[in-house]
């Protein structure tokens, strides 16, 4: 039995389809050890779904490999190649500078998965990097991944988390650690730049081909199925970002490079769930003039997907006006879907099953109301479910939320006028917007409070963090304080890269 074999549920077979394409996709490079790995936590409902055994991942022989001190047999281990425009200023060569890519295995539904560890030790597109991660970031990413998943938004997740037992410098001194983090793929908007850019367009139509077949089967036999690849990746693109909104979610470094083909989220630096509800929400340290702000993120989508329709140009047409012109209109699905997603998540929120005219014009005379008067987005949402049909003592717990109450009791008449159109009766009607609206969010706050405990040995704060982030549509009364928003003295206004 091979060590692979031996941290498995079944024998299933360890795959590395990047290996396949052209030679500059990737560089071949094994994860470095860490000095004493030890395994903070397995996410074993996932170790399952992969169809891994999470009982021998825990063993010696499993951390090792979640550590990057055991390569698997068979694995073919790599970082990948890719660009960039950061904050949009074009970056030519950036690549996996801390990361490294075992391979892909085959899940329980037949979906191809990578497995890739982050934190694992130099590579040649490190530049001036180390190569590792500190524990914080590791930590903030598999609670904030895994908090996206509980609330069923297309996400990468985290399968383990490995505190690696030597330092890091960062500001200073800083405990390091590795984390395992599983995508559909790791194939990224600019990935096609760096080769687009480089003039390389054997290798662009490489990668478009192999995300045809990874990700977009469906279009294989289109007539046009480059024009179609960017419509498809367009529309998961749109239904991301709508989805992202309704949860109050701020990426933070929307960069071409952290903008997946496959339709994920991808990568928790930065990012953080707005607390109280402004539109020109900013958490990241880095984004100082708010180019990735919470109302810019469709915008900025948009912008990225044309980046990536720039690389296909010239395999969407021989003129490159026309090759222009298909662009433009593949690129239109993305605002089309955006607003259709966005709009029916909106009403679903609160609690309008039948579509009508004003609809969205009162869930934005809401959002108004709420940046106005300083609210809690979830909380907003979430107790807007418990009130009735008619103006009531329940109330309170909505106009609690409000600088200003009255603000929300002129707003709640016309939403009551509304709900007499429903064909619902209150008890539906309340059990479909607690289906849409969470209690629990991974808040800044409860984040750190983690992080800081786990790095003084207590690990109990991140189990009960999970717990609701796992069933975040629940309620949780024996945890129910890990709903309320923070105090003035919690808050947490600024959000950091990793690196």
Not at 232 to 240: C, H, K, M, Q
Not at 473 to 478: G, L, R, S
Request: charged letters at 25%; a negative charge.
């Amino acid at each position: 039995m091979t060590a692979f074999e031996a941290i498995r549920a079944e024998p299933l077979a360890l795959a590395n389809s990047y290996v396949h394409l052209p030679r500059g996709c990737y560089a071949r490079v094994n994860p470095t050890p860490v000095a004493q790995p030890q395994l903070l936590r397995l996410n074993r409902a996932l170790a399952e779904r992969l169809g891994l055994d999470p009982g021998a991942l825990e063993t010696a022989a499993g951390v090792a490999v979640l550590a990057g001190n055991r390569v698997p047999d068979g694995a073919e281990p790599v970082a990948l190649a890719y660009a960039g425009h950061q904050f949009g200023n074009w970056v030519p060569s950036l690549g996996d500078g801390r990361a490294v890519l075992l391979g892909e295995v085959v899940d329980r539904d037949g979906i191809r998965r990578d497995l890739q560890l982050k934190g694992a030790g130099l590579t040649p597109f490190s530049r001036q990097g180390d190569g590792r991660a500190s524990l914080g970031p590791v930590i903030r990413e598999y609670l904030v991944s895994e908090g996206m998943a509980g609330l069923g938004i297309s996400t990468t997740r985290a399968l383990a988390m490995v505190a690696s037992g030597e330092p890091v410098v960062r500001e200073g001194l800083e405990p390091g650690g590795v984390l395992t983090r599983v995508a559909a793929s790791h194939v990224r908007v600019g990935t096609f730049e760096y080769f687009f850019r480089r003039g390389d367009q054997d290798t662009v139509r490489a990668l478009a081909d192999y995300v045809i077949e990874r990700h977009y089967p469906e279009i294989a036999g289109a007539e046009r199925p480059y024009q179609a690849l960017v419509e498809a990746v367009s529309v998961r693109t749109a239904d991301l970002i709508a989805d992202w909104l309704l949860v109050g979610f701020i990426h933070g470094v929307m960069n071409t490079d952290n903008v997946s083909l496959a339709g994920e989220t991808l990568d928790y630096g930065p990012c953080a769930f707005m607390d109280a509800y402004h539109p020109a929400t900013v958490y990241s340290s880095i984004d100082v003039r708010g180019r990735y702000a919470y109302d810019q993120q469709p915008r900025i989508a948009h912008w990225n997907l044309a980046r990536f329709a720039e690389t296909l140009l010239p395999m969407l047409a021989e003129d490159q006006n026309a090759a222009i012109e298909t662009a433009r209109e593949a690129l239109d699905a993305f605002q089309h879907r955006f607003e259709v997603r966005y709009h029916a998540g909106l009403r679903r929120k609160l609690g309008l099953s039948e579509e009508q005219q004003g609809d969205v014009d009162l869930a934005l005379d809401l959002l108004r109301r709420m940046a106005e008067q300083d609210a809690d987005f979830t909380l907003t949402f979430r107790r807007l479910a418990e009130l009735g049909r008619e103006c009531g003592e329940a109330d309170g717990v909505v106009r609690e939320l409000f600088t200003d109450p009255s603000a929300f009791d002129a707003w709640a008449v016309t939403w009551r006028e509304r709900l007499a159109a429903e064909a619902s009766d209150d008890a539906a009607r309340r059990e479909a917007m607690r289906a849409v609206n969470p209690t629990y969010i991974p808040r800044n706050h409860r984040i750190q409070q983690a992080i800081d405990a786990a790095e003084a040995g207590d690990l109990q704060p991140i189990e009960e963090l999970m717990t609701v982030l796992a069933d975040p549509y629940a309620d949780h009364p024996e945890l129910a304080d890990y709903a309320r928003p923070p105090r003035p003295d919690e808050v947490i206004g600024r959000t950091f890269c990793g690196t």
